[in-house]
């Protein structure tokens, strides 16, 4: 029995045979079919189970006959949606009887419902079906195009193996010919032979992917291969490795004589353990070498080297290095001889040349004027140029060498102006130094004073005589015989006063006597009979150097011997440079230099140290080579200087927390390098046990950017000696909040420094007695505690102060008054005689008969 249902139709179809099944009354069955991954579907068995709806009024009266069925076909089992598969379509649940209206609406809702389903199932078969036929068809043209490679690709080895097989049998007959052709060969050089294989075969095993099969029987067809040659003196090497010669298995490429030769030794050394034959070499030896260099050297293998030191206790890699004298002892014990070179070696010849004595010359003397500051070096130096220097030196005082010629009666003579000032006492040395003649100017109103005896000290240590130079003659206090006589106390005998140091009064504003001074420069430099020799390589000394900004590196050099000319290649310090001009004080440029002569030289890659001695070599590259080793060894003395001072990290604690060393970090620029050299010295001997100031970078030259940053790491502040910051380095400072200070006076400088410093240190604790007073008794007062009835015996005694409890003249406690009371009022302070209340501040063991002492403390700013 078949329940179809179509709107608010309703037809019973009564079959005459029913058949026995176990399919549930009032459910229909239907296939759904699932679609998975990579095409995969499966087919799933749904039941779908029907709900009878029936009307109120059919309830009570009898079922109605059958009525004819509708000319419809039954429709088939309906599968259930494929968005749920797995659950059959189910009507709502049977609502209360409210009224037939209601049960025919749900039933058609449910009905169009089922309609709507079914045809979505219908669209999406036919879209799967459309689907899989597509894909079928796509695969049987793969399927298609890949047997079509397949065949293509048989084909094409089938003609490959064709053409090879023409190629071996043209070959074959080719060396058969060759064969019938050459002479028969000698029986002794005959050798017997296994019969080869066949090539074919041979091939067609290797184009199956298997070995050729050896000793097969050799078809007909195919002529045998003739046996290899014996290998002679012609055929050693036979050509290059060809196509042919590598199908053929004619072995035409063996080892060669040689080959064979080395290989049969180096067997034979292995059997007999015999040594090879040491060969004694000539080691170059520099100061420091690594093993594996070493080994090179000696011909020896890395692994040798190291294995002796391994028998000597030491455990060394190839790359570690070794100094000079280990590298002797290593080279000796393996049977070389040994040349000992010093990377020094590079400047032998550069100094000090010795020249003949017929090609010297007279040449001009170089005058150094030395004094205490302010006892007008400068000034007596413009009297005799005619020139205003002083006014271009900030604050009046000479803070730079100025080299500067006089002409005097047709001779020339060099003058050397240094500075007076404490700081500059390196720049008074290095003046002494370059000098042949050292003047010394004292004031004849000031008389001796600290610089004039060091610069007494440079002349004596650098040997050149003195001449007195007594200034300022022409004042109402001067006094020339206190000058003489002070003297005396430093061995610095006047002719006056019966010694040989020429002496001159002199007056540099009013310009007397000058010409005797010059005379007695001349004549002193007659005696010396000062000479040179013209006609070789320059050298001589760096009297200053400085960074130009238009110009670049600057250093004002003295000309001692040689004569140095446009373009050449000199040597200056840890620096080298091709001269591009020289610049005389005058600003006038000069093709060349003779001794004695101060010029400004240009073209320096870097800028040298004052002080530095120079010298012309041949070309650029023994100059870079000297500047490099220059340069390494500064840096290894530097980092030496550093480890020194800085020590291990344990030691570098220990040393702050017992000493509390505090450091005032400083960048400092400078114009030129002798201005920085002094600043530096200064700065060091402001430094005590509890401060000093560090320079974390000095250089000639303007402030820059990289400054900026350097201080913003370190924390530094700048100083800037006559320089000023270029704006990429103001914008930086003023974003970094990097504090620049600027200076043209040392002794701004040096004081600002010294009070920035002052702070750093701590205030000093300072103590002041105020009184005593005398406990007569102790109270006991609720809520407050202990307070002591006193007297004060002595001074007076203060609310606030401190105080500290005596008993039996032992200090038990130190602390604060709580309270200081007279009578019942609080007050600030109780003089001596009178009675007073005391309580202390967490403390309340106090008995009558101790002795309070109240003391005031001071913190006072130190000072360096």
Request: glycine residues 8%; neutral net charge.
């Amino acid at each position: 029995m078949t329940d179809t249902k179509s709107g608010d139709d309703k037809t019973l179809s009564v079959n005459a045979k029913k058949t026995l099944t176990l399919k549930r009354p009032g459910s229909d069955q239907g296939t759904v079919r699932q679609n998975f991954s990579h095409g995969r579907t499966k087919a799933v068995v749904v039941e779908t189970k029907k709900r009878k709806f029936t009307r109120p009024d059919e309830r009570s009266e009898a079922p109605a006959a059958p009525a004819a069925p509708k000319p419809q076909a039954a429709k088939p089992a309906r599968p259930a949606p494929a968005a749920r598969p797995a659950t059959p379509q189910r009507p709502r649940p049977q609502q209360p009887q409210r009224s037939g209206v209601v049960l025919n609406e749900l039933s058609r809702d449910e009905m169009e419902a089922r309609r709507r389903a079914l045809q979505d199932s219908k669209v999406r078969e036919a879209e799967e079906r459309k689907r899989a036929e597509e894909d079928a068809k796509r695969r049987a043209v793969e399927e298609e195009q890949r047997r079509k490679e397949r065949e293509e690709s048989a084909r094409r080895q089938a003609e490959e193996e064709a053409r090879l097989k023409a190629e071996a049998e043209a070959r074959a007959k080719a060396e058969e010919e060759a064969r019938k052709r050459a002479p028969e060969p000698e029986p002794q050089q005959a050798q017997p032979t296994p019969p080869p294989a066949d090539d074919d075969d041979d091939r067609k095993g290797r184009s199956a992917g298997h070995a050729p099969k050896r000793g097969a029987p050799v078809k007909p067809e195919v002529p045998t291969r003739p046996a290899p040659k014996p290998k002679g003196a012609d055929q050693r090497r036979r050509g290059k490795l060809t196509l042919n010669s590598a199908l053929s298995d004619d072995d035409s490429r063996g080892r060669s004589l040689s080959s064979m030769r080395r290989r049969q030794e180096k067997f034979r050394r292995a059997q007999s353990q015999e040594p090879r034959e040491k060969i004694a070499r000539e080691v170059v030896l520099p100061e420091t070498i690594t093993i594996q260099e070493l080994a090179q050297r000696m011909a020896e293998r890395a692994v040798d080297v190291v294995k002796y030191f391994m028998k000597q206790g030491q455990m060394m890699k190839p790359g570690d290095v070794i100094d000079a004298d280990t590298a002797e002892l290593v080279a000796v014990e393996f049977g070389h001889t040994v040349k000992r070179v010093s990377e020094s070696d590079v400047e032998e010849g550069l100094f000090d040349i010795q020249d003949n004595p017929d090609d010297l010359k007279p040449r001009p003397p170089v005058v150094t004027i030395m004094g205490h500051v302010d006892h007008g070096k400068t000034s007596l130096l413009d009297s005799i140029r005619k020139a205003n220097v002083v006014s271009g030196e900030a604050g009046g005082i000479t803070q730079h060498i100025g080299a500067y010629q006089v002409e005097q009666d047709g001779q020339t003579i060099t003058f050397i102006d240094t500075p007076g000032h404490a700081a500059f006492t390196a720049m008074r040395a290095r003046g002494a130094q370059a000098t042949d003649i050292a003047i010394l100017v004292v004031a004849a109103d000031d008389s001796v004073m600290p610089q004039t005896i060091e610069s007494i000290n440079h002349a004596k240590a650098a040997g050149v005589p003195i001449i007195v130079a007594i200034n300022k003659i022409d004042k109402p206090e001067a006094n020339a015989q206190k000058v003489r006589t002070e003297l005396l106390q430093h061995e610095v005998f006047v002719e006056s006063m019966g010694g040989e140091v020429q002496d001159v009064e002199v007056s540099a504003i009013k310009g007397t006597n000058l010409d005797a001074l010059l005379e007695a420069i001349i004549l002193q430099a007659e005696i010396l009979e000062l000479k040179a020799n013209p006609d070789r390589t320059a050298e001589g000394v760096v009297v200053e150097a400085k960074l130009d900004k238009g110009r670049g590196s600057v250093a004002t050099v003295l000309v001692q011997a040689g004569t140095l000319k446009t373009g050449d290649i000199i040597v200056a310090g840890n620096e080298w440079g091709r001269v591009r001009a020289l610049v005389n004080e005058r600003g006038q440029q000069l093709k060349e230099a003779g001794p004695s002569t101060p010029v400004e030289i240009l073209g320096l890659q870097g800028t040298p140290q004052a002080g530095d001695r120079f010298a012309v070599v041949e070309n650029e590259a023994q100059a870079r080579e000297i500047s490099e080793y220059r340069q390494r060894v500064a840096r290894e003395k530097a980092v030496a200087r550093q480890a020194g001072q800085r020590g291990s990290l344990e030691q570098m604690m220990s040393q702050l927390q017992t000493s509390g060393l505090k450091e005032f970090p400083l960048i400092i620029k400078g114009d030129v390098q002798g201005s920085i050299e002094a600043i530096v010295a200064a700065l060091d001997k402001l430094g005590t046990d509890e401060v000093r100031a560090r320079v974390v970078h000095s250089g000639a030259g303007a402030i820059t950017e990289s400054d900026i940053s350097l201080a913003e790491t370190s924390e530094a502040a700048i100083i800037g000696f006559n320089v000023r910051a270029n704006k990429q380095a103001r914008d930086a400072a003023e974003q970094s909040g990097i504090e620049i200070r600027y200076y043209n006076i040392i002794y701004d400088l040096i004081d600002d420094i010294k009070a920035a410093m002052s702070g750093l240190l701590s205030p000093e604790r300072r103590e002041t007695f105020l009184g005593n007073a005398e406990i007569l008794e102790v109270f006991n007062i609720t809520k407050v505690g202990k307070v002591a009835g006193c007297r004060v015996t002595e001074g007076k005694v203060e609310r606030g102060a401190g105080v500290r409890l005596i008993r039996d003249n032992v200090v038990i406690h130190e602390g604060k008054l709580k309270t200081l009371k007279r009578f019942k009022d609080e007050v600030s302070e109780v003089s001596g005689g009178q009675e007073c209340g005391m309580a202390f501040e967490n403390y309340e063991d106090i008995r009558a008969g101790d002795v309070i002492e109240a003391f005031r403390v001071e913190h006072v700013q130190r000072t360096l």
